[in-house]
């Protein structure tokens, strides 16, 4: 059972567009991370936020944003798409600073057309 | 820079054989070290982690993995597979020094179970 809600579960967006992608974490979970898992590949490290301010990012560019808010919820926003950011994105919060506790959301699946 | 690698993308077995999963870690500094699994249109969950301490590692559902620093290795094994058991199975791997490090995933292996 997961602790961790994102939505939507399914996207289709075209090349060029914008997108926001959310995600819910549990009560006291004031870490959250955000992974790109292409078809096939492991995730991998967009960005995390504790508290609020972005303290550790990826090999992504800029026009991959986020916010995270107060009431433990957080959003990841990609402005121009490109086909190849079709991919499953995950969001995992965790209580505090460390990277072993995380708990994983089941997703969104983003395509780009 | 660290970097996690698993050797096999595939590993068919049949019902009831034992499997191992491998995993290689490459870290100049010390490393927690995890494995999740992810089922079909799921996230990921969390099977088993080594932080310190005792160098084995078991789950609830019948896995064990064994950290051995000198070989950087952190293999997934389980003496007797079940159908439920198939998933695709991620090592990871995040440096023990940082508060706000990235996990670093290996590319994944696919675990499918024969009848």
């Known amino acids: 059972e997961t602790g961790v809600t994102q939505s939507p579960t399914h996207l289709i967006k075209t090349r060029g567009q914008q997108v926001t992608l959310r995600c819910s974490s549990q009560s006291g979970h004031n870490t959250v991370s955000w992974y790109q898992q292409a078809l096939g590949q492991g995730p991998q490290f967009i960005f995390q936020y504790y508290r609020e301010e972005e303290n550790g990012r990826g090999n992504f560019p800029p026009r991959f944003s986020g916010l995270q808010f107060p009431n433990y919820s957080s959003e990841l926003n990609v402005n121009a798409l490109e086909l190849d950011d079709s991919a499953l994105y995950l969001c995992?919060?965790?209580?505090?600073?460390?990277?072993?506790?995380?708990?994983f959301g089941s997703g969104t699946r983003l395509t780009v057309v | 820079a660290q970097s996690v690698t698993q050797l096999d993308s595939q590993v068919p077995v049949f019902e009831e054989a034992p499997v191992e999963l491998r995993c290689n870690y490459s870290?100049?500094?010390?490393?927690?070290l995890f494995w999740y699994v992810q089922y079909p249109n799921q996230g990921l969950q969390l099977l088993l982690k080594y932080l310190s301490g005792s160098t084995l590692v078991e789950s609830i559902n019948g896995f064990e993995a064994e950290f051995n620093k000198s070989q950087t290795s952190f293999h997934l094994r389980k003496p007797s597979v079940h159908i439920s058991d198939t998933a695709e199975y991620f090592c990871a791997a995040v440096p023990g020094y940082s508060s706000a490090s990235k996990i670093i995933f290996g590319s994944g292996t696919r675990l499918s179970i024969r009848p």
């Open positions: 995992a919060s965790s209580p505090g600073h460390e990277n072993y506790g995380y708990t």
């Open positions: 870290s100049s500094v010390s490393v927690y």
